[in-house]
């Protein structure tokens, strides 16, 4: 049973959710001729089609609006600017990196319903599959899965957010509709929750043919991910529903379980990491599936085809796709100056993570917040073309979320033993020196080696409001490459709203006064 499979039966699926009883007694009889929920969880093949429902919302970027949450992030970081068109395109995404988003911006609203609609359709498998007529390694399999998903994006809706409300059921009733927001300590402990439980029963190897769901070593690399942030955070360790602390000792434990017994390695090649040869290989430890393979035309309902939005979103403005390496783009997230200039001199991974003005043999049409610098990880890269369907909506490429080398560089930051090792495995993969393992340098490394992955914000904040604004704020001259108006680039970090985005203005106003804003909106 593929991850494509589980895609192709989404759409059967989604029309359960819909279902809505009429209240006539003549129309409350259950169809016989049609499948709605009262129906339909009965079989393993039932299961396996409401799985997908869960799967599927980790490729949503579009449910309002364009908000890819990896490339949000890098926007709000100090790696890359908004971009896009002009500065009338996208004033939601603008207001990301301008640190002005307004309460009703329609992106960040898209957020929320998306991480929403996964926790529910996870809350709602993870009620029916113990009545489902199924194998018990099938339900053992995918309850772990449903729990390993909702810890996944309770973890995004913390980050982004913070005080969310913290569902582990469906809502049965009106009477259940007014749920409180959560204080973070309540949702970080669960999300170990799930992720422990997840852990002790998702696989070790995932099939070939079952690429895209997640494994054992996934779950205990993603404990090690929330302990770093939730510590750098809030000074607190989580703590899992049965007591177990998720302090540092423990997720390094669970990191170097993944780095001696997952099998995973780092690729020989970097550059090799993000070719479509590249997919699920050796380094990736949890990877987002994206395809082409059903081809999508639809642009009023973007998010029912399997393409990533964000790479059609990232590539340059190219005016001559024939002679380029790669297809027209929108030219969001260009990268900033400061990102070229962190990479030593003789580091690789510069030229095959940033993409320059003279790599473009042609002419480029110049967009808003021109650096001269695209990324080369997800951008419109001609090998990955669609071959069918609409092609800004179908791009293949796939996301890389966990890599081996993150992993490596987690435990060496955790203070593992092997710290020197770790960075200097990191290191000697692109031909560069040993250097000493302090905080300073692993933090570094993570940059250069994870830019442009939708990892740099996270880091930062983890490191303290005073350290991301050191870092994000923009007040000095623009680099050499940049075209426009300086002030399109200044930048200031509010410290008051400690990075946060602001909770969408439609959820507290159907909340009837039970939610209050983040600070700083």
Not at 24 to 33: M, S, V
Not at 111 to 139: C, H, P
Not at 192 to 203: R, S, Y
Request: proline residues 5%; aromatic residues 12%.
């Amino acid at each position: 049973m593929t991850l494509s499979i589980y895609k192709r039966a989404a759409v059967v699926l989604m029309g359960l959710f819909l279902f809505t009883a009429c209240s006539e007694d003549f129309l409350d009889r259950q169809p016989l001729d049609q499948r709605v929920e009262s129906n339909f969880y009965q079989t393993q093949s039932d299961a396996e089609e409401a799985l997908v429902a869960i799967f599927d919302v980790l490729t949503w970027n579009t449910v309002i609006g364009f908000h890819p949450l990896p490339m949000f992030s890098d926007i709000a970081s100090d790696d890359a600017f908004a971009g896009g068109a002009s500065r009338n395109d996208a004033p939601n995404i603008i207001e990301v990196d301008k640190f002005n988003i307004r309460t009703t911006n329609g992106e960040v609203q898209g957020m929320w319903r998306k991480y929403y609609t996964g926790i529910y359709r996870a809350n709602l498998y993870l009620e029916k599959i113990q009545g489902i007529e199924a194998s018990e390694d099938f339900v053992i399999r995918t309850t772990a899965e449903a729990r390993f998903l909702r810890a996944y994006w309770y973890f995004d809706l913390l980050r982004v957010f913070e005080r969310v409300p913290l569902l582990t059921s469906t809502l049965k009733a009106p009477s259940e509709y007014q749920q409180p927001q959560a204080e973070p300590e309540a949702i970080y402990n669960q999300i170990v929750t799930d992720l422990i439980a997840a852990m002790e029963d998702l696989p070790e190897t995932i099939p070939a043919a079952e690429n895209g769901r997640p494994s054992a070593w996934a779950a205990r690399a993603l404990l090690g991910r929330v302990h770093l942030y939730v510590n750098g955070v809030y000074g607190d360790n989580p703590t899992a529903q049965d007591g177990t602390v998720v302090d540092a000792a423990y997720a390094l434990a669970r990191l170097e379980e993944v780095i001696n017994n997952s099998g995973h390695d780092l690729m020989e090649n970097y550059a090799d990491i993000f070719a479509r040869s590249g997919e699920f290989g050796v380094e990736s430890v949890w990877e987002i599936s994206y395809s082409d393979a059903r081809p999508w035309y639809d642009w009023g309902y973007i998010q029912g085809g399997e393409g990533n939005i964000a790479v059609q979103m990232q590539g340059p403005r190219v005016d001559n796709p024939g002679g380029e390496i790669v297809d027209r783009g929108w030219s969001f997230a260009p990268a900033t100056q400061e990102l070229y200039d962190a990479f030593e001199e003789g580091d690789p991974r510069r030229g095959l993570t940033l993409l320059e003005m003279d790599e473009i043999n042609g002419s480029l049409t110049i967009g808003y917040q021109h650096t001269g610098y695209f990324t080369q990880k997800y951008t419109t890269s001609k090998e990955y073309a669609p071959a069918d369907g609409q092609p800004e909506l179908n791009w293949g490429n796939n996301y890389r979320d966990i890599r081996f080398a993150d992993v490596l560089l987690m435990a060496a930051e955790l203070g593992s033993p092997n710290a020197q090792a770790y960075l200097d495995r990191v290191r000697a993969r692109v031909g560069l020196a040993s250097v000493p393992a302090t905080l300073e340098n692993i933090m570094q490394e993570r940059r250069v080696e994870l830019a442009l992955e939708g990892h740099r914000y996270w880091d930062l904040l983890r490191q303290g409001t005073a350290a991301a604004a050191a870092a994000i704020n923009v007040n000095g001259p623009t680099g050499d490459g940049y075209q426009g108006d300086d002030q399109d680039f200044q930048v200031t970090f509010d410290e008051s709203r400690r990075g946060l985005f602001p909770i969408p203005q439609t959820e507290i106003d159907i909340s009837n006064g039970l939610y209050s804003q983040n600070p700083g909106y």
